[in-house]
């Protein structure tokens, strides 16, 4: 339950989170600056360069499998444009695909207004075959220049994830090096394999990619990360064989020279079903956030490395909640470690389903040391299934940016931004 000390905010926060909810008054205020929510459904959050703003890949309905537009706010958290990924280009170098085998699955700010969206296409009439798509675009979805198209595989097939999103699991990630090429990984399955391909594609040339191809032991395996470090090393964090049916993280360095790519050192998280849900970089080294599970138990964990090889090394899991599962989706860096949102469930096991279905989780914030150590633990919203997409410091003040369950309904999600007062 939520307790307000200013008037306004509580009718403006009834509103909000369920006006059959009673607003307890008798309570000291929690520390919110600021609360917004909006009528989108997000799958992911980014900051724009210099911090413009934010852009929200997001669904049209909660069911669906994959984004279909990208909603840009200010850095105030006022709504701007979008891009409807339905108006985009379909015939890409002589090949014509229907508007329902086109999915989006990335947004790249390119640092001049403009964006790379790469996705893949699947001619379902021709041996299912499977492309990589790659545009570029303004903030209104206006065609830069033309877009690019590389063949992946024959016969391929889409599942979706058991996850939080329930997207599909063949997914396309993009990043940029120091010299303006873009690096895409694209998860590939057919009936009985699966893999990633890591390719360089120069887009002054638009001529021969590089690739490498990154087999995975099981069509249920994922590619849950590709993050490019600031010496352009690329990071790729994909699932590995782990105990018994658990995965493993698997941690891939990945370098480009003219004409190759090399994957270097690699670390392995062991914590069962390890998963990857904020990665940056600061004073070179590495930091990720995520959740592990076993037996449907929820451990959040933090890693921070200078080298791949020692992201297993490095990682610890984090203790909040007591015995209650506790996940943590976002994080950014503060004072030499990390500030991370953590999603603090009232029950130990929380089946994937109850994850994704989440309305009485609370949102804690807390620092985290780089060696694991918790302190300043903060909840910011109680019992509310606040879930955070990303973390990010505006004007000195914390900002978080995530996903919103309306109180009693399954079916829908809201956005929200909340500023955290002093």
């Known amino acids: 339950m939520i307790s307000l000390r200013t008037p306004l905010m509580a ?34 959050v980014k900051q724009l360069p210099g911090g413009a703003g934010f852009v929200l890949p997001c669904k049209r309905a909660i069911t669906d499998a994959h984004a279909d537009y990208a909603q840009f706010l200010s850095n105030t958290g006022d709504p701007t444009v979008r891009i409807d990924y339905a108006t985009l280009p379909r015939t890409i170098e002589n090949i014509s695909f229907a508007a329902e085998d086109v999915v989006i699955t990335d947004i790249l700010p390119w640092g001049d207004g403009t964006y790379i969206l790469a996705g893949f296409g699947r001619q379902t009439e021709l041996e299912d075959r499977l492309h990589l798509l790659i545009h570029h675009v303004d903030a209104s979805g206006n065609t830069i ?19 939080l999103n329930e997207l599909y699991r063949t997914t396309a990630l993009v990043q940029r090096t120091a010299n303006g090429d873009l690096v895409v990984a694209i998860r590939y399955e057919d009936d009985n394999h699966a893999g990633i391909r890591v390719l360089r594609i120069s887009l002054s040339s638009g001529n021969e990619a590089l690739t ?16 490019m470090r600031a010496n352009d090393e690329v990071l790729m964090f994909s699932d590995t064989t782990g105990n018994g049916s658990a995965t493993h993280l698997l941690v891939t360095s990945l370098t480009f020279g003219a004409s190759t790519v090399t994957s270097g050192t690699s670390g392995i998280i062991t914590m069962d079903n390890a998963e990857p849900y904020d990665i940056f970089e600061a004073d070179g080294m590495v930091k990720v956030v995520g959740r592990s599970s076993t037996a449907d138990v929820l451990t959040p964990f933090s890693s921070m490395f200078a080298h791949a090889a020692d992201a297993g090394n490095a990682a610890h899991a984090l203790t909040i909640g007591g015995a209650n599962s506790a996940a943590c989706y976002a994080a950014m860096s503060s004072g030499g470690g990390s500030l991370c949102a953590f999603n603090v469930f009232d029950q130990p ?25 918790m302190s ?31 109180f009693l309904n399954a079916d829908y999600l809201h956005a929200f931004l909340l500023q955290v007062g002093e």
């Not at 490498?212 to 993050?227: E, I, M, Q, R, W």
């Not at 096991?349 to 694991?372: H, K, M, Q, W, Y």
Request: proline share 6%; aromatic share 6%; with cysteine.
């Open 11 to 44: 009718i403006a926060l009834t509103l909000v989170l369920g006006a059959c909810k009673k607003v307890d008054t008798t309570l000291d205020a929690p520390p919110l600056a600021g609360f917004r929510t909006y009528d989108v459904i997000p799958i992911a």
């Open 145 to 163: 220049e033309p877009p690019i198209r590389r063949f992946i595989i024959t016969g391929s097939v889409l599942a979706r994830n058991d996850d």
């Open 212 to 227: 490498k191809d990154f087999p995975l032991a099981s069509t249920a395996d994922h590619l849950h990360a590709l993050f």
């Open 349 to 373: 096991v929380v089946a994937p389903e109850t994850e994704r279905n989440d309305r009485f989780s609370d949102l804690r914030l807390a620092i985290v040391s780089n060696g694991g150590a």
């Open 376 to 406: 300043n633990e903060r909840t910011i919203l109680t019992a509310e299934g606040a879930r955070a997409m990303g973390c990010f410091q505006v004007n000195g003040k914390t900002v978080v940016i995530g996903a919103l369950h309306p």
